[in-house]
């Protein structure tokens, strides 16, 4: 496929300027496509905003307002999807493709380890030598603009509840999606508890629309994932059954996620007098008989343990959820060695998991992308939590590090053996958002065609020798090199990609339809985890003439 034919590729020909022509009325016809579909769009625009305008003036709630305005809305709304869909099909004949990318979704095993961090008290991760423990994310149960990354480690965003209707939600939220692309939300920290986030089902399931679309709306790469329940039980169960009802009723579609969020605690469910532990559900009081009353002898069951995180992926699978991911976000000891639970019981317990974890699968409810297994990462609570105290009755067990002196426990030490034991270091460069400036040319325009990427590590060695080259193929097949890089001494790894490019001028070439093929590789390639992701692809059209309409459709770079 690479090697060139020069012959092929300079001869200009009948059928070479039939082509020339050919694209130049496809891409004429797009154009009055994109017309119609502006002009449909606005005109249910309209008609939309006047039905809007006359029932907001007389303070009719969206839920209860007619038929017919609910049909224009809706119309309205699907309008540009018609439209983006309609071009996006015309565009395939025209545009170029990435190549396809794959990955295996945790190359080394650590990658799954994460932790919870107390950021309470002015607590900050920084003060932490948490490069120790090689776990690869963290969360600290809120959201944040520039988060700190100790060692380039991954931080997972949280929005809780208090911000739901504060008026500086819109510009703060923002700000810290715009900032962080792609990255994962979740949304509420135990909204089946009074303490944390407590919501009844159906104001969960409202705050999770709007959560879920304000983050959507914003980044379209973002992951979101639902706010984990306490513990697996029928009655955390029955509460997000509940959950999924309410959003179907709502809002006419089943609730949509990313990934699915857990809690691994073992607590008794209970509202009496002196009852500790987990409550019952906001609003779910007439079904306090589902709960459990685990006792304090339960609380490191690795038996029960397993019990709860079957059952929610059974609970998955049941409701057509098994293809998302399932993250255990928070688990571990919580009461003290003045409760029965001593460092050496902590420790067997947190193993235990670790080992469960990474070698559990289930053919029938498993994730299908992951080998099966039930649970694909965990945070272990917690780095830094201040331990139980006798006289207040404060703090919880099973950290990994000293709050006040900073120094790492022989828990954490154990934590850090295990993950250890099963890192792989490896390089993995990834090619992402490839342009092509300008992506059409006339064959007498004599320009510099750009072609830029962003070009990211996310293995946990450096690339060495990075070298990038850019091939041009034609529809036949024939492919020549058009520009390459010096190669780069070395590209570290990290969570921020960086831009690459390169500079093409074409020359003597027949005006055509033409793939632009942009490749990196590392001199240790040997070390490099998947490749799939090294290549990417777009279109560049080479005519006589530029088309004559006046509205011009872009080329659409995928």
Excluded at 7 to 23: F, I, M, P, R, T
Excluded at 242 to 264: E, K, M, N
Excluded at 419 to 444: F, H, R, S
């Amino acid at each position: 496929m690479e090697a060139s034919s020069s012959q092929n590729l300079s001869k200009v020909s009948k059928e070479h300027a039939n082509a020339g022509a050919n694209l130049r009325a496809r891409i004429g016809m797009l154009c009055i496509v994109n017309k119609f579909i502006l002009w449909l769009g606005s005109m249910l625009e309209s008609v939309y905003i006047q039905f809007i305008d006359k029932e907001e003036s007389m303070s009719i709630p969206m839920e209860k307002r007619g038929s017919d305005s609910a049909l224009i809305h809706w119309l309205w709304r699907l309008t540009p999807l018609f439209g983006a869909g309609l071009i996006f099909t015309l565009l395939l004949l025209v545009t170029g493709h990435s190549a396809a990318q794959t990955r295996q979704l945790y190359p080394s095993p650590h990658e799954r380890f994460g932790f919870n961090f107390d950021s309470d008290q002015g607590m900050k991760i920084e003060e932490y030598d948490v490069a120790q423990l090689k776990a690869h994310w963290y969360l600290d149960y809120t959201f944040r603009t520039n988060p700190t990354r100790p060692n380039n480690m991954q931080y997972v965003q949280m929005i809780r509840t208090y911000l739901w209707h504060s008026t500086s939600f819109t510009q703060t939220v923002g700000a810290a999606v715009a900032a962080n692309p792609g990255e994962l939300w979740i949304v509420g920290n135990e909204p089946d508890r009074d303490g944390q986030d407590g919501l009844t089902p159906d104001n969960y399931a409202m705050f999770y629309h709007d959560v879920y679309t304000f983050l959507k709306q914003r980044d379209p790469t973002s992951r979101v994932a639902v706010g984990a329940v306490v513990q697996g039980t029928p009655i955390r169960l029955h509460y997000l059954n509940i959950v999924l009802d309410a959003y179907q009723q709502r809002y006419g579609s089943p609730l949509p996620t990313d990934v699915w969020t857990l809690h691994g605690f073992i607590l008794p469910e209970c509202k009496t007098d002196g009852c500790w532990g987990a409550s019952i559900p906001p609003g779910m009081d007439e079904f306090a008989s589902e709960g459990i009353q685990y006792g304090i002898n339960d609380h490191n069951k690795l038996g029960i343990f397993k019990q709860h995180v079957v059952a929610f992926r059974q609970w998955m699978a049941d409701h057509g959820y098994r293809d998302k991911p399932l993250i255990m976000s928070e688990y571990g000891i919580l009461l003290s060695p003045a409760h029965g639970f001593p460092y050496a019981t902590v420790r067997a317990f947190m193993l235990s998991t670790f080992d469960y974890f990474l070698n559990t699968m289930d053919s029938a409810i498993g994730y299908p992308a992951d080998q099966n297994r039930l649970v694909q990462s965990w945070s272990w609570f917690s780095l830094n939590n201040p331990p139980y105290d006798i006289n207040t009755g404060q703090g919880f067990n099973g950290n990994l590090f000293n709050p006040m002196t900073k120094q790492i426990e022989p828990l954490g030490q154990d934590f850090a053996t295990c993950t250890a034991n099963i890192t792989k270091e490896y390089v993995d460069l990834n090619l992402t958002g490839m342009q092509v400036t300008p992506a059409m040319l006339v064959v007498t325009d004599t320009s510099t065609v750009t072609v830029q990427a962003n070009l990211i590590n996310n293995g946990g060695i450096e690339a060495q020798q990075v070298s990038a080259q850019l091939w041009l193929t034609d529809t036949q097949g024939n492919s020549m090199l058009v520009a390459e890089n010096a190669p780069i001494a070395t590209w570290a790894p990290g969570c921020a990609p960086k831009p690459l490019t390169l500079l093409w001028q074409p020359k003597a070439l027949p005006i055509g339809h033409y793939t632009l093929t942009l490749k990196v590789k590392a001199g240790n390639a040997n070390q490099e985890v998947n490749s799939i992701d090294n290549v990417a692809q777009r279109t560049f059209l080479l005519l006589d003439k530029l088309p004559s309409n006046s509205l011009y459709l872009p080329l659409i770079q995928r």
